[in-house]
Nanobody, 124 residues
């Protein structure tokens, strides 16, 4: 069982930047997908960005050009760099992982291992 642990909770002003980190050991799996999924107030869960064990990355449309996902396999750390943020980016951000996965799926329902979440607030 993988237990992702997020860090980097914060509040920023519009057009500011924030960096989130997630520690998750996936060494037991020959392949995996891991990424960030957010839940904004009054909305469902939307994938933000994902990466798989081959390094393939996927971004939701709202994240393209502003957010960058990366993973350091040596220390099992996933990072989401968020730039040019807007109040619409406010929400709870979850790190989610799935072993034996390829394709960096953006479907939240396919991830079985979730962190506790970290709150991100962007003020105008």
């Amino acid at each position: 069982q993988v237990q992702p642990v997020e860090s980097g909770e914060g509040a920023v002003q519009s057009v500011g930047s924030l960096r989130l980190s997630c520690a998750a050991s996936l060494d037991a799996y020959g392949s995996f997908c891991i990424g960030w999924i957010r839940q904004s107030p009054g909305k469902g869960r939307d994938a933000v960005a994902t990466i798989d064990s081959t390094g393939l990355t996927r971004y939701s449309e709202f994240a393209k050009g502003r957010f960058t996902i990366s993973r350091n396999n040596a220390n099992n750390t996933l990072v989401l760099q968020m730039n040019a943020m807007s109040p619409d980016d406010t929400g709870m951000y979850y790190c989610a992982a799935q072993g034996w996965c390829l394709g960096a799926t953006l479907l939240p329902a396919l991830y079985n291992n979730w962190g506790q979440g970290t709150q991100v607030t962007v003020s105008s």
